[in-house]
């Protein structure tokens, strides 16, 4: 079993919609959890970062991070054709030392006009 | 500062051939990643460098791969005697060590292996 799993999609939504991502995870160490956009042949560009549990809000992103269900989402309100894209969810394990940041397999996503 | 550079960006090689990547960071960041992702599958961590010092190496990272950051500035990546199987595409990211989920990734080198 994977530590993170993500759904890999594809995921077809109407221009406008609300997106939701998620991915799922098992090691409970996890304490910092972030959001990659990675657009295809480019590298991943960060989005979201959050530490533990609850909400972040930047624009139309809203990161959800609920550590007793281990689970996390990324929701995406009035989404556009630019949206179009892989996203990656990743996390890291608290303190100590450097941890490995883990990411999940992507869910790719399509904004139809 | 344009970001994280990475050169190649496509390398086509024969198995059993050695090459060399190589990674620029954004200038004030000491940490330097490097990552491994195949296709459909996120980026899988690979070795990390904080200023000239190699500080962490994964097992994935076999005796053929050697990374080094001779001034803590750039990065090269050499992979010796490659094999069909490390055909993927190569990131290097970077960050302040401060910041360390706060990572720049490069547009990556695309390795292919015949």
């Known amino acids: 079993q994977k530590e993170v799993e993500q759904d890999p999609g594809p995921l077809s939504v109407p221009e406008g919609a609300i997106v939701s991502l998620n991915c799922t995870y098992s090691?409970?160490?996890?304490?910092?959890f972030m959001w990659y956009r990675q657009y295809s042949r480019k590298g991943p560009e960060l989005l979201m970062y959050t530490y533990s549990s609850g909400n972040k809000e930047d624009g139309r992103f809203t990161a959800q991070v609920d550590k007793s269900s281990k689970y996390i989402s990324l929701f995406i309100r009035d989404s556009q054709p630019s949206d179009s894209a892989t996203y990656l969810c990743a996390m890291r394990p608290g303190s100590g030392g450097y941890q490995k940041v883990t990411f999940g397999t992507g869910t790719k996503l399509q904004v139809i006009p | 500062d344009t970001g994280v550079s990475q050169d190649p960006r496509h390398k086509i090689t024969k198995r059993g051939q050695n090459v060399t990547f190589r990674c620029d960071p954004i200038?004030?960041?000491?940490?330097l990643y490097w990552y491994r992702q195949t296709l459909g599958q996120g980026p899988e961590f690979l070795t990390y460098f904080q200023n000239e010092a190699q500080l962490e190496k994964s097992r994935l990272l076999s005796d053929r791969f050697s990374a080094e950051r001779p001034k803590g500035s750039f990065s090269t990546l050499e992979i010796q005697r490659t094999e069909q199987g490390d055909s993927a595409m190569y990131l290097c990211?970077?960050?302040?060590?401060?910041?360390?989920?706060?990572?720049?990734f490069g547009p990556g080198t695309r390795l292919t292996v015949l």
């Open positions: 200038s004030e960041h000491n940490r």
């Open positions: 090691n409970s160490a996890f304490q910092y």
């Open positions: 990211a970077s960050s302040l060590a401060l910041e360390p989920d706060t990572q720049y």
